[in-house]
């Protein structure tokens, strides 16, 4: 099974830790932050979608524009573009990119947030509208023929994209979600099923699940794992980094938060931690951190506390051969996709490119190795 590494190009410096600088799109720190990932051995990049944030497409296009080899992930939600439309323009990307292009679904689980976009369907039914919404998109993209769909949420008359994925086996789709709702959604889509970082006990739960969903499909997809990474020389003093990451925190809540949403900092109340989620995924880092502030070997919850998990907000704590080493006891459920990014966000990448991730192939290989000569 190939492993993936997928890191994080944000439009701007920003973190729980960091509070925003430069404007809305800052060209040069998206270009330094995608050049660095590909130097340092990334294979793709997550580009995110927010409601009040500049368009991922387009952010995605120009990391292209200025790397060679570095994947995209483009963060997409479904039903602010007709399915047709969306198709034909990440095909355009994949086209340019040659073939670098997957795209990630973002049903969305605040409701608040969709409605800074005019959106007020319920979230069973943005799932719903989701699993159409990809339905037409495969068929634009692999249709040689004009084609129909009646759907309750699309309708489509003689629809047809010229333009196709730039690879055979077309554009991956990574898909969220682990609601009642958006499990079955993902079963029939998803080629990759991507969740934050959980428990070990909690993702191969989640893990049968999704396979259970993708089985009548005759499906098999690929699951993708989102992490914080906190590395040192030592683990004392990788802990030390982690007390000090939840300390600077906690202070720039406690002085309005990142600047990075206007939303999301009206929703603080200066508690100490953040109003309980709306969506399942959330709700499921919360009920580990519920547990302990360290579970299984060295995942930290604290951050994902604080934030009342608003987003990949979990970590491995460690030196780099222990995270790897507890990267591998997610391998071994059948991760094979790692999203990670750091609260420093370049700095951070770079060392994991240079620390972490030659260490976790390193410890691959090792095995495979072992395996081979134990046969």
């Known amino acids: ?49 927010h409601s009040n944030s500049a368009e991922s497409i387009l952010i995605g296009q120009h990391i292209a524009h200025v790397t060679d080899r570095l994947g995209l992930m483009i963060a997409h939600r479904p039903g602010f ?13 994949d086209q340019f990119s040659r073939g670098r292009a997957a795209v990630h679904i973002i049903t969305g689980g605040n409701d608040r947030e ?26 634009e993209w692999t249709s040689a023929k004009p084609f129909d769909y009646d759907g309750k949420f699309y309708q489509v008359k003689g629809g047809f994209g010229d333009v196709k994925p730039y690879r055979a086996e077309g554009i991956p789709v990574f898909f969220g979600g682990a609601s ?13 099923y991507a969740l934050w970082g959980e428990t070990l006990q909690q993702t191969a739960d989640l893990l049968g699940r999704i396979r259970g969903a993708a089985a009548p499909h005759g499906r098999s997809p690929r699951f993708s794992l989102s992490l914080r990474p906190i590395l040192a020389e030592t683990e004392e003093l990788a802990w030390a980094k982690a007390d000090a990451i939840l300390a600077r925190a906690r202070s720039l809540r406690e002085t309005g938060g990142n600047g990075r949403s206007p939303h999301n900092a009206r929703q603080y109340d200066g508690s100490g931690s953040a109003p309980l989620p709306p969506n399942e995924g959330s709700r499921r880092l919360l009920e580990a951190a519920a547990q302990g502030k360290r579970l299984d070997k060295r995942l930290w919850t604290e951050i994902a506390a604080l934030t009342g998990a608003s987003g990949n907000s979990t970590a491995l704590v460690g030196t780099p051969d222990q995270v790897a080493e507890s990267l591998l006891d997610y391998h071994d459920l059948g991760i094979s996709t790692f999203l990670i990014r750091g609260f420093d966000p370049l700095v951070d990448a770079i060392q994991y490119g240079r620390e972490l991730i030659p260490e976790f192939h390193r410890r691959l290989a090792d095995r495979a190795a072992t395996k081979v000569a134990a046969e």
Request: net charge negative.
């Open 81 to 93: 573009t007709a399915p047709t439309l969306a198709a034909r323009q990440l095909a355009t990307l």
């Open 114 to 139: 969709l409605a800074q976009d005019g959106d007020s369907l319920s979230k069973d039914e943005r799932y719903a509208r989701a699993s159409e919404y990809l339905d037409v998109l495969r068929q």
């Open 180 to 192: 009642e709702a958006a499990i079955p959604v993902a079963g029939k889509h998803a080629d990759v």
């Open 1 to 49: 099974m190939s492993v993936e590494f997928i890191g994080y190009v944000g439009h701007f410096d920003s973190s729980e830790t960091r509070r925003r600088s430069g404007p809305a799109i800052d060209v040069p720190y998206i270009e330094a932050v995608a050049k660095a990932h590909e130097h340092v051995g990334f294979d793709r990049v997550l580009v995110a979608f």
